[in-house]
């Protein structure tokens, strides 16, 4: 049985059983997991299905839940994880960054395509639409998810306020920074007038915080986010890296799919894991890209001249960062 432990270390809560191994001689694998509400409570959503395919792989997974995405970044980057579910953005740091590759993105038994970013108010809220909440610039506390959420920080900041020249960091009183669920309780508990969110984790909210939940508005609602994906080390054997993106996209699609689907279920109404490469992640770019050149148009700029040189590094930036998430990877 895995000895479970809880540490605090640099300002990063983290949940993990025993380290990995060297990559020259793989005896165990260890996941990375972006947590759903807290660490533990992560672990022990994903632990039935990792045991299914530590049985497929014939090799230990050990699992690694930390409270921020800063935290699991790190460990990507650090080699202490082999392979993660990880949202877009942090995916796509992964891969330029730190020699990682997607191999599967999760699929919904709704069949949707992906998710819907959000930002919540209280349902009695004098606060009905956009144009009532920028009219109230300075005085609002707005509650909303790291740099590196999708839903929570990068959607809203470019569809909702650098569309409209704006910083959200700089537009409201006070900022909060947590994750979905303490960020839509703060706006439950009058601790804070706007949060960001997303429709997934709002279903798993309502049914975890029925009574908090009822007392939320969705003031607004964004364009389609691609669903989450899974990430695997390229330094690891090309072998390895075939098998576990097999086990993981025929998960929930044999012999045994009623049991499966049931351990999906516990992390949250996943169906499953569809085949997936790099390019998956052409749509996190962009969105990147989108809130990079309106910030550009937002700045103060010493000349034209300047801006332009600007906006033309990002635009060749995003070119041959989409080029290499296009180019042709083998598990």
Do not use: C
């Not at 165990?28 to 045991?51: H, V």
């Not at 990880?86 to 330029?96: K, N, Q």
């Amino acid at each position: 049985m895995l000895l479970v432990l809880l540490l605090t270390q640099a300002g990063t809560s983290a949940a993990w059983a025993d380290p990995p191994q060297d990559s020259g001689h793989i005896n165990a694998l260890t996941f990375g997991i972006l947590p759903i509400g807290g660490p533990s409570e992560s672990l022990a959503a994903w632990r039935p299905m990792l045991d299914d395919l530590s049985r497929t792989l014939h090799l230990p997974i050990h699992s690694l839940s930390v409270s921020t995405y800063e935290g699991l970044g790190q460990a990507m980057a650090e080699e202490r994880v082999d392979f993660a579910f990880v949202s877009g953005r942090l995916a796509l740091d992964a891969v330029v960054h730190d020699r990682m590759q997607v191999i599967a993105q999760l699929t919904r038994s709704n069949g949707s395509r992906g998710y819907y970013s959000v930002l919540l108010v209280a349902k009695d809220s004098p606060i009905r639409n956009l144009e009532d909440l920028f009219r109230q610039p300075g005085k609002l506390r707005y509650a909303r998810g790291e740099v590196l959420s999708v839903s929570g920080y990068l959607v809203p900041e470019t569809q909702v306020f650098a569309n409209r020249r704006l910083d959200s960091d700089t537009f409201f009183a006070n900022v909060m920074v947590d994750n979905h669920q303490n960020n839509a309780l703060a706006v439950a508990n009058n601790e804070a007038d706007v949060a960001s969110n997303n429709t997934a984790d709002m279903e798993r909210f309502a049914e975890r915080f029925p009574d908090q939940y009822a007392r939320l508005r969705v003031l607004w609602t964004s364009s389609l986010i691609p669903h989450a994906v899974v990430v695997i080390r390229t330094d690891l054997p090309a072998e390895l890296r075939q098998r576990v993106a097999a086990a993981l996209t025929s998960y929930a699609k044999g012999k045994n799919t009623q049991a499966e689907v049931g351990k999906l279920h516990l992390i949250h109404d996943i169906s499953g894991f569809a085949p997936a490469g790099n390019e998956t992640l052409v749509p996190f770019a962009d969105i990147e890209f989108n809130l990079d050149r309106r910030r550009a148009y937002s700045a103060q700029w010493v000349s034209d001249a300047a801006m332009q040189a600007r906006l033309k590094k990002i635009d060749a930036e995003h070119e041959a960062l989409v080029r290499q998430l296009m180019a042709p990877s083998t598990p």
